[in-house]
């Protein structure tokens, strides 16, 4: 059965799984959504049979069931995380890259795909406001992995500390978990992150930064990083970048900017100024599968100074020995964590030709522009509560009813399950100030902000009863 043919089927069972689910999310609970997934698995013989089904049964079968049970994140009810509907055009691409399973680790894996990479890291880092000609960076799964690579550079950077003394990492308490999982990863151990203080939106202050950094030299530590962060998960607030990383400088500590949410502004004129700064860091993770709408995974993490990758330099007889090398057949093993790696950068480099800056940036304001209407409509609702305005495309809010009793952690908790069990909508969840909070995260240029409010509304009322 030829790959036209399969994607055909495959392309059907999609809009048949889709048809099936009918809204947002799958209608089940999530016991009885498992129970489905198995017994629709095991009509046919289950997961390993003994006797194949056939190629045509399989791609079909799987798909369907995988499209009845997705959180779609192209339906207009579905804003609750960092996850964009991708573009037709980048899905087409990634078909290619799985066709072909080309490799980045060595030339001969992948000799245009290298050099689609490079072309690609180069252009970001330009809108990043590096020098394309010294800079570099890497396609990665996203900004966890963006993330432990700055740290993993920062920390080889670093001088040892003395006897009995740590190296430190800095960043606010709104940056991304993944900080302390990388720290831990790298042997530093999660508690040598070190939370900086926040102003009343949600921003790492650089005073405190400025204070924390001294009380680390004054106890013998070595202050390895300072995590900026531009697009808090909770909020989307951006830290004041520039004044972060002139901090970091002085007291001699790299600056990573994760900015694999807030990265996309830098397509928009409009949003740009927000990330004023950012070309002063040491490395930056941006994730185009947020506001980029790439199929995920397609991080990429940028360093202003391509000498910082040395420590991942490395030399394998059977991927790139020197002579090769010398002869211009070198691959991309000596930027990446990982050996083999498909070219994620052929999905990105489509999206980027596709609309170019300025129709990304169109989608990135039409996001920010819902946002800011969402939060215009909360903030007039009687039974709804603006917790923290829109920096980006995040609003944070709660159902507080007519009474006190309606507005209770539980209660906000209880209605967003509701609406999940319903198959209604898909509202997200963070927690601030000790509250339980409601949360839209528009990256669908076609959400249906009104409606998702409604629901929550509707919710509410019937776990308030």
């Not at 290298?114 to 799964?141: I, K």
């Not at 909020?235 to 500590?253: E, F, N, Q, Y």
């Not at 940036?361 to 007039?380: F, Q, S, T, Y």
């Amino acid at each position: 059965m030829t790959l036209n043919v399969l994607i055909d089927q495959v392309l059907r069972a999609m809009s048949e799984g889709a048809a099936e689910r009918g809204g947002p999310v799958p209608a089940l609970p999530p016991a009885r959504l498992a129970a489905h997934v198995r017994e629709v698995l095991a009509r046919s013989g289950g997961v390993l049979p003994e006797q194949g089904t056939g190629p045509g049964e399989a791609a079909a079968a799987v798909t369907r069931l995988l499209a009845y049970g997705a959180a779609d994140p192209a339906h207009p009810a579905c804003s609750a995380h960092l996850h964009c509907p991708p573009l037709p055009e980048t899905v087409a691409a990634e078909v290619a890259v799985s066709a072909l399973n080309q490799s980045l680790d060595s030339w001969d894996q992948g000799p245009a795909a290298v050099t689609l990479e490079r072309e690609t890291v180069a252009a970001l880092a330009g809108l990043a406001g590096f020098r394309p000609d010294r800079a570099s960076g890497t396609v990665t799964t996203g900004g966890s992995e963006s993330n432990l690579m700055g740290l993993l550079l920062a920390r080889d950077r670093s001088p040892e500390p003395g006897p009995g003394r740590r190296r430190r990492v800095f960043a606010s308490a709104g940056a991304h978990f993944s900080v302390r999982r990388a720290a831990a990863l790298l042997g530093l151990g999660d508690d040598a992150v070190r939370p900086v203080a926040v102003d009343a939106g949600h921003r790492m202050d650089p005073a405190s930064l400025a204070a924390e950094l001294a009380a680390c030299a004054a106890d013998g530590d070595v202050p390895v990083a300072v995590v900026a962060t531009a697009g808090t998960t909770d909020t989307g607030a951006i830290d004041p970048l520039g004044d972060v990383a002139a901090v970091a400088a002085a007291h001699g500590a790299w600056t990573h900017v994760d900015a694999a949410h807030g990265g996309g502004a830098l397509f928009s004129a409009r949003l740009a100024p927000l990330l004023r700064g950012l070309s002063e860091a040491d490395s930056v993770s941006i994730d185009l599968h947020k506001f980029g709408w790439v199929p995920a995974p397609a991080g990429v993490f940028l360093v202003r100074d391509a000498a910082a990758f040395a420590p991942l330099e490395t030399r394998a007889a059977y991927l790139n020995p020197d002579d090769d090398a010398e002869a211009g057949y070198d691959g991309l093993l000596g930027v990446s964590l990982r050996t083999t790696r498909r070219p994620d950068c052929v999905k990105i480099l489509v999206a980027l030709r596709s609309l170019g800056r300025a129709g990304l940036g169109e989608l990135v304001e039409r996001c920010h522009d819902l946002a800011l209407h969402a939060a215009d409509l909360v903030a007039a609702h009687p039974e709804l509560e603006l917790v923290a305005s829109p920096v980006l495309s995040t609003v944070v809010f709660r159902y507080a009813g007519t009474d006190a009793s309606a507005g209770t952690d539980e209660v906000n908790a209880a209605l967003r399950r509701r609406l999940l069990l319903e198959g209604r909508a898909v509202v997200g969840r963070t927690e601030l100030d000790g509250r339980v909070c409601l949360k839209l995260t528009v990256l669908n240029p076609s959400a249906d902000v009104e409606a998702l409010l409604q629901a929550v509304v509707d919710a509410g009322r019937k776990e308030s009863r």
